[in-house]
């Protein structure tokens, strides 16, 4: 069947909508009731040449006392789902009344098997059932979907001279209508599209990313594909349409089986009955879904890995609920997303609560295939936020990390703005593998297509842009190329890593011991109860004078003196209160000494915060108290030349002799900035053509002022 004739009945059904449910339901909502009804009449069509075989069946199973009758009534249908009512929907339109008419439409209903009946169930369609017997509705619907005029039959329906009035649909067929009833009920609903429906040319972009590189090493076989956010189905059913392809292309046979997860209930249900119209049972199947299934909180296919994956998972969406029903930020134990790399058992994945669109692709990796020649292929689409956010040591950055030095990552390509339904901001494929051919190992390809494309003759929401075929091929040609250009960029894995480091400064204070100071201090001490520490200062002044003294270590050795003479124990809270009460930072003060090594127990390095005593005995290696008003931190290239210490003393030391790295405090963080890689500035106009635009403005103002003052200036 032809283009026209498939988009003709698609019209067809489109116009029931709006002829029948137009003052009953908003715009937005008739595909509360159209696309289940275009499901039961396109199941109901397919299991009348079967209906009595199947009751027939269903009396013989129930007279010999089988309850599990589910395979045996499959098999009387001969398809992947059956009905035992006694009624079909020819049947129905008889009915002279509306209440007898809805008492047998539900039993219709209940006829169904298993698996339509959660397509029923999350399509939430029996609630629509009373509302449309009370506005004497449903009779109307059955009436057109039965109608002559159509046929949604896989047999043809024959003219009164024997010739064929309508061709008959087959299971594509009717797949691709039922598509394109839910792209325009999307598209009617502009605010809700892009959240369950990724545009076709991206989908078939993302097929060819995964599959092309591998095109010649496909053989004949069994090959699982997969998607944890999978929407209405449709990148799992292209993705399953280009590989036969592929395949049947290189004279291979492949027989694939489909598997997805997704929460929202509706969608859900599209998918799933789209895979059952197909004739696709057991792919259908196959498809997990509703509210109480989560991927990331509930993984319904924790021990399946896949050959090939693909997604556009929610991005800027909260996973709290999920990461409560986990254990919380610091109680998740799946190993998803709580791994093993770097030497940390315990590595973890886990990202902000905010956005969790970054542990769908850990679930995908997860599920890579490690033990087979070809292994697994991924392709996922992501807002720019997964390029860049989070810090060293933390999920988003972490899980960067571990795609990366496990050298899974082999490109990302920045998509034009506005490429999606409810979107303008900018989106990129991530491509991984963990099979990369040899001259990409070690490498990762930035691909910047955002200006190709070709703009919408209307917009779609906030879509005014998609790839033409041409588009596509050329995106895919430089993927495959794999060289340097204008629009394509190759790096080594380290070059989006780097050192976070923290950078201290020693605490510099002076003490000013006037009276008018250890007045307020004395006061400070009685009002913490500490009488003792407020003497001692009195003496300390007394024996150095009132400053102020710019070596508080001079200073504490003369308190910590006087306390032992006069028995005052000298805790570390009263330390603290010397120096957060009587002493203040000063920039001229000499460096707080918090530790002294002895001799031979350190050796003297300034860069690392050990520093040769700058006074009496040079073999004494001191460590200073840090200011952490001062504290800064460094991001340093894993490639930079001669490490942190390189990067620390070219970029810091000149500007603060006195700093240095806290060892302990490296962590190590990805990021990749695709500005920083294809970002053109905007060259200056010439001052000729602003000098010249100056004076054309004032030439067409002139006299304007003159007409709006009036009279003569």
Known sequence: MDSSQLNWITG??????????????????????????TVLRRLDAVLEPTKQAVLDMKKNLDEAGITNQDAALRQASGQAFYNTSKFTLRDLRSRASQQQLKADFVDYLDGFSSNVQDILENFEFRNQISRLSKADVLGTLIEKLLSPEINLSPNPVLAGDGSIKHVGLDNHAMGTIFEDLVRKFNEENNEEAGEHWTPRDAVKLMSRLIFLPIANDIESGTYLLYDGACGTGGMLTVAEDMLTELAEAHGKQVATHLYGQ??????????????????????????????????????????????????????????????????????????????EHAGDPEFSLVTRSSDGQMLF??????????????????????????????????????????IIENDWLEAIVALPLNMFYNTGIATYIWVLSNRKPQHRQGKIQLIEATKWFKPLRKNMGMKNCEFSEDDIQRICDTFLDFSESEQSKIFSN??????????????????????????QFRKTCRDTKDIELSEVIDRVSKLLGKGPHLNFNTFMDAVEKDAKENGVKLT?????????????????????????????????????????????????????????????????????????????????LPHVPDAWFDENSIKVGYEISFNRYFYKPQPLRPLEDIRSDILALEKETEGLLVEIIGGEM
């Open 361 to 402: 692709l850990a679930n995908m990796v997860s599920k890579m295939k490690h033990g087979t020649e070809m292994g697994s292929r991924i392709a996922e689409v992501h807002n720019g936020s997964s390029l860049f956010t989070g810090d060293a040591g933390q999920g988003e950055s972490n899980i960067r990390r571990w």
């Open 494 to 519: 380290e070059a989006f890593g780097y050192w976070k480091v923290t950078v201290e400064r020693p605490l510099r204070l002076s003490v000013d011991l006037s009276a008018e100071n250890c007045k």
């Open 12 to 37: 067809y059904i489109w116009g029931i909508a709006d002829d029948v449910l137009r003052d009953l339901y908003v715009r937005g909502k008739y595909r509360d009731v159209i696309l289940p009804m």
């Open 572 to 652: 570390a809270k009263r330390k603290k209160l010397l120096q957060t009460e009587l002493a203040q930072r000063e920039e001229q003060a000499d460096p707080v000494i918090k530790k002294v090594h002895k001799k031979g127990k350190a050796k003297a390095d300034p860069i690392r915060g050990l520093f040769p005593n700058p006074v009496g005995d040079k073999k004494l290696v001191l460590e200073y108290e840090t200011d952490s008003d001062l504290r800064d931190s460094e991001q340093v290239p894993l490639l930079e030349d001669g490490g942190i210490e390189a990067f620390i003393s070219r970029e810091v």
């Open 262 to 339: 997704e929460i929202n209930a509706e969608t859900y249900a599209i998918c799933k009955a789209d895979l059952l119209l197909k004739g696709e049972g057991e792919a259908a199947d196959n498809i997990i879904g509703g509210p109480e299934y989560s991927t990331l909180s509930n993984d319904t296919f924790r021990s399946r890995e896949f050959d090939f994956m693909l997604s556009n998972p929610p991005y800027g969406k909260s996973w709290k609920s999920d990461q409560e029903r986990m254990g919380g930020k610091t109680g998740i134990k799946d190993s998803r997303f709580i791994t």
